[in-house]
């Protein structure tokens, strides 16, 4: 697309974001995708600490209890929590067994998708006291 | 689609006046509806070079706007046989159909729907898997019998489905198509066409076609009266160039009212809604075409259903406030065969009445919706002019569709006739230019024209600052808008439903006024590319040509027949005027005759008998 | 640009795998989790069917690269100007086969000691 | 009655000035409310605009939502300016062309993009041999799966709104051609639907969809080209 906007073919294209609609799944879809791509950058990350503790330079503790480690796990156990919840409406959606691939529009709808967004709310508040109060959920103290 | 089509991102090119891009084709077919799209078909498979000149994208083309169906006599649901369907249509015509057409028209036409078919037109089927068919208005069993059920229907989107079923052949095919490219005049050496200069709409460039043959199928032009059932384009720009080539137009008073347009807008609800069992009422609640049809009630023909509601409003029974429309009542229906059948026309009513004809009836008015004349043409789509009482084709000129008068529609169309039409000729003309000697259809390669210093000269007029060149007593403030708003309201008023001679005759210094205004009108927006209004102001002028065939052909015939109503003359004459019409603007306004053709070439003749239903 | 219709997998293919892995890992984390929660939760922890967590886990492993391997790559194509693709799409699949190999070298690291 | 409508006027010295991508520019224009009747469309209140501006562009034709030509964006959101009541809309209506396509004049913009991938999709119908003499049966369960896919008026609303399709307009085939495409393998009277899914398993033509459903949400004629989409993607495997 790139390619045609700019060059000999110059006429300008409306692809101003900010004044286009999105619709409630358009705004999961790409959340989806957000979340899929820290995911990403998370496993490479979890990868280098897990490298630097295997070969000894810090220990698992180091990464546990430190602030930016505790960060780094929420930020992980945050983005799969919603790229779960989201990935879960999306195969429900895909996989929905009615005649004529024919979804209820409820799944479409902002009620699930509010849902989503919801139970990722919560779900990452619990994680986050979990993890900076330490044994939240009847753990050790 | 082809290279051709973007031209968008050229800069735009500077007056036009040198700068002629010039194209070679064997055919040009200009319009892209339904008729264009089914001879550039069968001409493109053929192996000839084809382009195919559409103002529009070919999917944007009216075609896409029939609901109802598409006549042939399938006998899939009733007995049915194309002798029938023949004597229903020239029966339609009030006679005045060329009943060799008609007879090529509806003995092609089971051929022509199966073939439709085969193309993927996604036609409704009935149980036993064969194409679901309905009845329509002036269909007959055993010539005048017990009603018929012949129109072929996919729900009531018959025209869309066909148009894109054509469109996507001749995707398959790879026609070339010059989409959004303005015919503006034809190119005439030696009697004979040779090809046509349009204007690109997107770069205001002029392009001129070579081509051994010329086939217009550029539609109607129900844009000559205010309240119409047709698209914006429907502007008889072919039948002005044509007049404009000193050829005639044929049968031009005869303009179909539809029944059953949205009262106040004009849009169209097919008469599919009375097919399937709807029915008209005034604001008695009276079912009042038992007193015009007694026998076939609300389906009669579309000339008397238009003439009966028109004479309900006439006499105050008419529904609302104003008592100025009738209702179309489908309440009655069951609500899953509306949803089914008529979705489409339920989405029209809900859209713009915000009524659901599941529980409320459709308020409804006539509304201009068809031209039965138009460019004449033989039943090989050869267009057909006159010197001297004789009558002979133009060399290398074609017309199909709604542009044509062949005549198969006489003086009053049958709904599901159109379509049918636009297919059976289409292929027709195709066949014809393929069937010519070989070296008529082989691309020469004339040189480059020299534009028409007249139709330079239309350009530049209209491209003209405001201050110039006008006379000081015209009316500067004139605007293409208030122009076409004048000529159709002077249309509506005096050309109507019903006509007669002081009505008709007081048109025609107004005619004349605007026809004035013409010469003085100016453009406001200077730009080449996308210059809308320039295309207007094209457009105008096509508009009025039409209008004065029109109205001079009206004020012409004095009897009543099929949809030219005269109060002054309310009866057929058969002895007069069992004639077409043919008028010509240049050299100068004449009117002349033509005999109707009563002999069919395999069957006996229908003669005339009174027409009642 | 053309040959990208080539990297692997293909649409159908990579539909079917993203689905196939989606699925799994759907019903494999909540179990996992729930397996291994006291090991989460700090306790002394020995797996009931130790044969059994291996080779889910391994399974899980192995379609979680598939599944970000597709999800990154989509990415990558979406957004990714045309004419930069090919070279991104191969530092992609580097970034992959280091991953896969240290991950490899990890494990048997792991089992060894 | 305000309206604000984004204007691209590509002959103006100014335009030619700073350069197509900088060129457009937004204009308040106001109708009288004097003219605005009840039940009038967006359309009609446009047409009274251009007689204040002659140079304001935009497309129409059949004016009753069936020819496709005069998608825009109005606030916000993909619709036919014929069949959006004006009624419905929240003031200043902000109108601007349809997003992903270049722009030719004002709310005009080139369609050609978009109808290459409708031929890319091949929505050709290919019934075998033609028997003059019979039709093709078809059951009326049968015809009944291709209602809600050969309605599509080609108006670009769904593509246009499409994320996949701005980011690719070149080879992803859009949700309007896919439509088409899912149209043809599954009437029953094609002899080759096989093929045709197999010719949309690259990477691009079918599978840059990420189900986002902006095209559901956005098509005026209430098609849903999502579904579509989804059933060619399960095709692809129960088929073959």
């Given at each position: 697309?790139?390619?045609?906007?700019?060059?000999?073919?110059?006429?300008?294209?409306?692809?101003?974001?900010?004044?286009?609609?999105?619709?409630?799944?358009?705004?999961?879809?790409?959340?989806?995708?957000?979340?899929?791509?820290?995911?990403?950058?998370?496993?490479?990350?979890?990868?280098?600490?897990?490298?630097?503790?295997?070969?000894?330079?810090?220990?698992?503790?180091?990464?546990?209890?430190?602030?930016?480690?505790?960060?780094?796990?929420?930020?992980?156990?945050?983005?799969?929590?919603?790229?779960?919840?989201?990935?879960?409406?999306?195969?429900?959606?895909?996989?929905?067994?009615?005649?004529?691939?024919?979804?209820?529009?409820?799944?479409?709808?902002?009620?699930?998708?509010?849902?989503?967004?919801?139970?990722?709310?919560?779900?990452?508040?619990?994680?986050?006291?979990?993890?900076?109060?330490?044994?939240?959920?009847?753990?050790?103290? | 689609?082809?290279?051709?089509?973007?031209?968008?991102?050229?800069?735009?090119?500077?007056?036009?006046?040198?700068?002629?891009?010039?194209?070679?084709?064997?055919?040009?077919?200009?319009?892209?509806?339904?008729?264009?799209?089914?001879?550039?078909?069968?001409?493109?498979?053929?192996?000839?070079?084809?382009?195919?000149?559409?103002?529009?994208?070919?999917?944007?083309?009216?075609?896409?706007?029939?609901?109802?169906?598409?006549?042939?006599?399938?006998?899939?649901?009733?007995?049915?046989?194309?002798?029938?369907?023949?004597?229903?249509?020239?029966?339609?015509?009030?006679?005045?159909?060329?009943?060799?057409?008609?007879?090529?028209?509806?003995?092609?036409?089971?051929?022509?729907?199966?073939?439709?078919?085969?193309?993927?037109?996604?036609?409704?089927?009935?149980?036993?898997?064969?194409?679901?068919?309905?009845?329509?208005?002036?269909?007959?069993?055993?010539?005048?019998?017990?009603?018929?059920?012949?129109?072929?229907?996919?729900?009531?989107?018959?025209?869309?489905?066909?148009?894109?079923?054509?469109?996507?052949?001749?995707?398959?095919?790879?026609?070339?198509?010059?989409?959004?490219?303005?015919?503006?005049?034809?190119?005439?050496?030696?009697?004979?066409?040779?090809?046509?200069?349009?204007?690109?709409?997107?770069?205001?460039?002029?392009?001129?076609?070579?081509?051994?043959?010329?086939?217009?199928?550029?539609?109607?032009?129900?844009?000559?009266?205010?309240?119409?059932?047709?698209?914006?384009?429907?502007?008889?720009?072919?039948?002005?160039?044509?007049?404009?080539?000193?050829?005639?137009?044929?049968?031009?008073?005869?303009?179909?009212?539809?029944?059953?347009?949205?009262?106040?807008?004009?849009?169209?609800?097919?008469?599919?809604?009375?097919?399937?069992?709807?029915?008209?009422?005034?604001?008695?609640?009276?079912?009042?075409?038992?007193?015009?049809?007694?026998?076939?009630?609300?389906?009669?023909?579309?000339?008397?259903?238009?003439?009966?509601?028109?004479?309900?409003?006439?006499?105050?029974?008419?529904?609302?406030?104003?008592?100025?429309?009738?209702?179309?009542?489908?309440?009655?229906?069951?609500?899953?065969?509306?949803?089914?059948?008529?979705?489409?026309?339920?989405?029209?009513?809900?859209?713009?009445?915000?009524?659901?004809?599941?529980?409320?009836?459709?308020?409804?008015?006539?509304?201009?919706?068809?031209?039965?004349?138009?460019?004449?043409?033989?039943?090989?789509?050869?267009?057909?002019?006159?010197?001297?009482?004789?009558?002979?084709?133009?060399?290398?000129?074609?017309?199909?569709?709604?542009?044509?008068?062949?005549?198969?529609?006489?003086?009053?169309?049958?709904?599901?006739?159109?379509?049918?039409?636009?297919?059976?000729?289409?292929?027709?003309?195709?066949?014809?230019?393929?069937?010519?000697?070989?070296?008529?259809?082989?691309?020469?390669?004339?040189?480059?024209?020299?534009?028409?210093?007249?139709?330079?000269?239309?350009?530049?007029?209209?491209?003209?600052?405001?201050?110039?060149?006008?006379?000081?007593?015209?009316?500067?403030?004139?605007?293409?808008?208030?122009?076409?708003?004048?000529?159709?309201?002077?249309?509506?008023?005096?050309?109507?439903?019903?006509?007669?001679?002081?009505?008709?005759?007081?048109?025609?210094?107004?005619?004349?006024?605007?026809?004035?205004?013409?010469?003085?009108?100016?453009?406001?927006?200077?730009?080449?590319?996308?210059?809308?209004?320039?295309?207007?102001?094209?457009?105008?002028?096509?508009?009025?040509?039409?209008?004065?065939?029109?109205?001079?052909?009206?004020?012409?015939?004095?009897?009543?027949?099929?949809?030219?109503?005269?109060?002054?003359?309310?009866?057929?004459?058969?002895?007069?005027?069992?004639?077409?019409?043919?008028?010509?603007?240049?050299?100068?306004?004449?009117?002349?005759?033509?005999?109707?053709?009563?002999?069919?070439?395999?069957?006996?003749?229908?003669?005339?008998?009174?027409?009642?239903? | 640009?053309?040959?990208?219709?080539?990297?692997?997998?293909?649409?159908?293919?990579?539909?079917?795998?993203?689905?196939?892995?989606?699925?799994?890992?759907?019903?494999?984390?909540?179990?996992?989790?729930?397996?291994?929660?006291?090991?989460?939760?700090?306790?002394?922890?020995?797996?009931?069917?130790?044969?059994?967590?291996?080779?889910?886990?391994?399974?899980?492993?192995?379609?979680?690269?598939?599944?970000?391997?597709?999800?990154?790559?989509?990415?990558?194509?979406?957004?990714?100007?045309?004419?930069?693709?090919?070279?991104?799409?191969?530092?992609?699949?580097?970034?992959?086969?280091?991953?896969?190999?240290n991950i490899t070298l990890l494990l048997t690291r792991w089992l060894l000691l | 009655m305000l309206f604000n409508i984004q204007r691209y006027q590509p002959e103006a010295a100014?335009?030619?000035?700073?350069?197509?991508?900088?060129?457009?520019?937004?204009?308040?224009?106001?109708?009288?409310?004097?003219?605005?009747?009840?039940?009038?469309?967006?359309?009609?209140?446009?047409?009274?605009?251009?007689?204040?501006?002659?140079?304001?562009?935009?497309?129409?034709?059949?004016?009753?939502?069936?020819?496709?030509?005069?998608?825009?964006?109005?606030?916000?959101?993909?619709?036919?300016?014929?069949?959006?009541?004006?009624?419905?809309?929240?003031?200043?209506?902000?109108?601007?062309?349809?997003?992903?396509?270049?722009?030719?004049?004002?709310?005009?913009?080139?369609?050609?993009?978009?109808?290459?991938?409708?031929?890319?999709?091949?929505?050709?119908?290919?019934?075998?041999?033609?028997?003059?003499?019979?039709?093709?049966?078809?059951?009326?369960?049968?015809?009944?799966?291709?209602?809600?896919?050969?309605?599509?008026?080609?108006?670009?609303?769904?593509?246009?709104?499409?994320?996949?399709?701005?980011?690719?307009?070149?080879?992803?085939?859009?949700?309007?051609?896919?439509?088409?495409?899912?149209?043809?393998?599954?009437?029953?009277?094609?002899?080759?639907?096989?093929?045709?899914?197999?010719?949309?398993?690259?990477?691009?033509?079918?599978?840059?969809?990420?189900?986002?459903?902006?095209?559901?949400?956005?098509?005026?004629?209430?098609?849903?080209?999502?579904?579509?989409?989804?059933?060619?993607?399960?095709?692809?495997?129960?088929?073959?």
């Amino acid at each position: 697309m790139r390619d045609l906007i700019g060059g000999r073919h110059a006429r300008p294209v409306h692809l101003a974001l900010y004044k286009i609609r999105f619709y409630p799944n358009a705004l999961v879809s790409i959340s989806h995708r957000i979340s899929g791509s820290l995911l990403a950058i998370c496993l490479i990350f979890g990868l280098m600490l897990l490298n630097a503790v295997a070969l000894g330079w810090i220990n698992t503790s180091d990464i546990t209890q430190s602030v930016p480690g505790k960060l780094l796990i929420l930020l992980t156990l945050s983005s799969l929590l919603f790229h779960w919840l989201s990935g879960l409406r999306h195969l429900i959606i895909d996989w929905w067994p009615a005649k004529d691939h024919q979804v209820p529009q409820a799944w479409f709808s902002g009620w699930a998708v509010s849902l989503v967004f919801f139970l990722w709310a919560v779900g990452t508040l619990l994680l986050a006291l979990a993890l900076f109060t330490g044994g939240f959920v009847g753990g050790p103290s | 689609m082809t290279d051709n089509t973007n031209t968008g991102h050229n800069t735009p090119a500077h007056p036009t006046n040198s700068s002629l891009t010039t194209h070679q084709f064997d055919v040009l077919i200009v319009g892209a509806g339904g008729a264009g799209l089914r001879a550039a078909l069968e001409l493109q498979r053929a192996g000839k070079q084809v382009a195919l000149v559409s103002k529009v994208y070919p999917t944007r083309s009216h075609t896409v706007a029939a609901q109802g169906g598409i006549n042939a006599a399938l006998g899939n649901i009733s007995e049915d046989n194309w002798h029938w369907h023949m004597f229903d249509t020239v029966k339609g015509s009030d006679y005045l159909g060329d009943q060799d057409a008609i007879e090529f028209m509806c003995q092609q036409a089971p051929r022509i729907v199966r073939e439709l078919e085969h193309f993927g037109v996604p036609f409704s089927r009935l149980d036993d898997g064969k194409i679901y068919q309905r009845p329509f208005g002036g269909q007959s069993q055993h010539f005048g019998q017990s009603q018929a059920t012949r129109t072929c229907a996919v729900a009531d989107r018959t025209g869309h489905a066909i148009l894109h079923t054509l469109y996507q052949q001749n995707l398959a095919a790879g026609t070339q198509t010059f989409s959004e490219f303005f015919s503006l005049d034809l190119l005439i050496e030696d009697q004979q066409v040779t090809g046509l200069v349009a204007l690109e709409i997107a770069t205001g460039q002029l392009h001129q076609f070579n081509a051994n043959a010329v086939l217009l199928a550029t539609g109607g032009a129900g844009q000559i009266y205010r309240t119409n059932t047709n698209a914006s384009i429907n502007t008889g720009d072919g039948l002005a160039m044509v007049l404009r080539a000193g050829l005639p137009l044929m049968d031009m008073e005869f303009w179909q009212f539809h029944p059953t347009g949205v009262a106040g807008r004009g849009m169209l609800i097919s008469e599919a809604a009375r097919g399937e069992g709807g029915l008209l009422r005034n604001s008695l609640g009276e079912a009042f075409m038992v007193n015009y049809a007694p026998k076939v009630k609300d389906l009669a023909s579309r000339d008397v259903v238009s003439r009966a509601i028109a004479t309900e409003i006439h006499h105050g029974r008419g529904c609302g406030p104003n008592k100025d429309y009738i209702e179309l009542d489908l309440t009655h229906l069951d609500a899953e065969l509306i949803k089914q059948k008529l979705p489409g026309i339920r989405d029209i009513s809900l859209t713009f009445t915000g009524i659901d004809p599941i529980e409320q009836p459709i308020p409804i008015h006539p509304s201009c919706h068809y031209m039965m004349g138009g460019i004449p043409t033989n039943i090989h789509g050869q267009v057909m002019t006159q010197t001297n009482g004789e009558n002979y084709p133009v060399a290398g000129l074609y017309a199909i569709g709604e542009c044509a008068c062949v005549s198969v529609h006489g003086a009053n169309r049958l709904g599901g006739n159109s379509l049918l039409d636009i297919v059976v000729f289409g292929k027709a003309a195709a066949d014809h230019i393929l069937s010519r000697p070989a070296e008529v259809c082989t691309t020469k390669t004339p040189a480059p024209k020299a534009i028409n210093p007249a139709l330079l000269k239309r350009m530049q007029a209209f491209q003209a600052s405001r201050d110039t060149e006008i006379p000081n007593d015209a009316n500067n403030d004139d605007s293409v808008v208030s122009f076409k708003r004048d000529l159709q309201q002077m249309m509506q008023r005096h050309c109507g439903v019903f006509r007669d001679q002081a009505t008709l005759a007081a048109a025609k210094p107004m005619l004349e006024q605007l026809a004035q205004r013409l010469k003085t009108l100016r453009v406001q927006d200077p730009a080449q590319g996308f210059n809308l209004e320039r295309i207007q102001a094209f457009e105008c002028e096509n508009l009025l040509a039409v209008a004065w065939a029109t109205l001079e052909s009206a004020l012409a015939r004095t009897e009543s027949r099929g949809a030219h109503a005269r109060d002054d003359y309310p009866e057929r004459d058969d002895q007069a005027w069992l004639v077409h019409l043919l008028f010509f603007m240049q050299p100068h306004i004449t009117l002349k005759q033509k005999p109707v053709q009563m002999q069919p070439k395999t069957v006996a003749p229908f003669p005339p008998i009174k027409r009642v239903y | 640009m053309r040959n990208l219709a080539k990297i692997w997998p293909n649409g159908k293919w990579s539909y079917a795998w993203q689905q196939l892995s989606a699925v799994y890992l759907l019903v494999f984390l909540p179990w996992f989790v729930w397996t291994i929660w006291p090991a989460l939760m700090g306790l002394d922890y020995q797996p009931a069917q130790p044969g059994l967590l291996w080779l889910t886990s391994l399974i899980a492993l192995a379609l979680l690269f598939i599944h970000s391997w597709i999800g990154l790559r989509d990415v990558v194509i979406d957004y990714c100007p045309a004419r930069h693709l090919p070279m991104a799409i191969r530092a992609l699949s580097l970034v992959f086969m280091l991953m896969i190999f240290n991950i490899t070298l990890l494990l048997t690291r792991w089992l060894l000691l | 009655m305000l309206f604000n409508i984004q204007r691209y006027q590509p002959e103006a010295a100014s335009a030619q000035q700073v350069g197509a991508q900088n060129a457009t520019y937004w204009q308040e224009m106001t109708l009288d409310d004097a003219l605005v009747k009840p039940g009038m469309m967006l359309l009609d209140a446009l047409k009274l605009l251009r007689e204040q501006d002659p140079t304001l562009s935009f497309r129409s034709s059949c004016q009753e939502g069936v020819c496709g030509s005069d998608a825009m964006q109005v606030n916000g959101r993909n619709r036919l300016s014929c069949i959006t009541p004006l009624a419905e809309l929240s003031q200043p209506i902000e109108l601007m062309p349809v997003p992903g396509l270049p722009i030719l004049r004002d709310l005009i913009v080139d369609m050609t993009l978009f109808f290459d991938r409708y031929a890319q999709a091949n929505p050709t119908l290919n019934a075998g041999k033609f028997n003059p003499d019979q039709e093709h049966l078809q059951s009326p369960a049968d015809r009944a799966k291709l209602d809600g896919l050969y309605e599509c008026i080609l108006c670009a609303c769904c593509s246009t709104s499409c994320p996949s399709f701005w980011w690719h307009p070149d080879q992803f085939l859009g949700p309007a051609a896919l439509l088409a495409a899912e149209r043809v393998v599954i009437d029953s009277r094609d002899i080759q639907p096989k093929q045709r899914l197999e010719a949309l398993s690259d990477p691009y033509q079918l599978h840059r969809c990420r189900g986002i459903q902006q095209c559901t949400t956005s098509c005026p004629k209430g098609l849903d080209p999502s579904r579509a989409i989804r059933q060619l993607k399960h095709q692809q495997w129960t088929q073959s």
